[in-house]
């Protein structure tokens, strides 16, 4: 069975900083894609970072520069480290693991003006 456990969301003033976590288990983590998305109250899910086996990243446009997607293959963990955080990031972040397509529960991001 695998599971991902994201960790780390939390409330956060503009311009600051969090990490988030994702722990696996259960899966063939280090061969696999890994990715986070968020969701915004009223919108769609969407990709944020997504990282692959061989560390090929992806960005959303919106995040480019400020975020950064990395993996610990030692620790079955991918990470999304965020800095000068924006009104706009806020929402639901989700882990997923992108090549068998499992989802974690999710961790809230608010990030006030």
């Known amino acids: 069975q695998v599971h991902l456990v994201e960790s780390g969301g939390g409330l956060v003033q503009a311009g600051g900083s969090l990490r988030l976590s994702c722990a696996a288990s259960?899966?063939?983590?280090?061969?696999?894609?890994m990715a986070w998305y968020r969701q915004a109250p009223g919108k769609q899910r969407e990709l944020v970072a997504r990282i692959t086996r061989y560390r090929f990243t992806t960005y959303a446009d919106s995040v480019k520069g400020r975020f950064t997607i990395s993996r610990d293959n030692t620790k079955n963990t991918v990470y999304l480290q965020m800095n000068s955080l924006k009104p706009e990031d806020t929402g639901v972040y989700y882990c997923?693991?992108?090549?068998?397509?499992?989802w974690g529960q999710g961790t809230q991001v608010t990030v006030s003006s």
């Open positions: 997923n693991d992108d090549t068998a397509g499992y």
């Open positions: 259960g899966s063939p983590f280090s061969t696999n894609a």
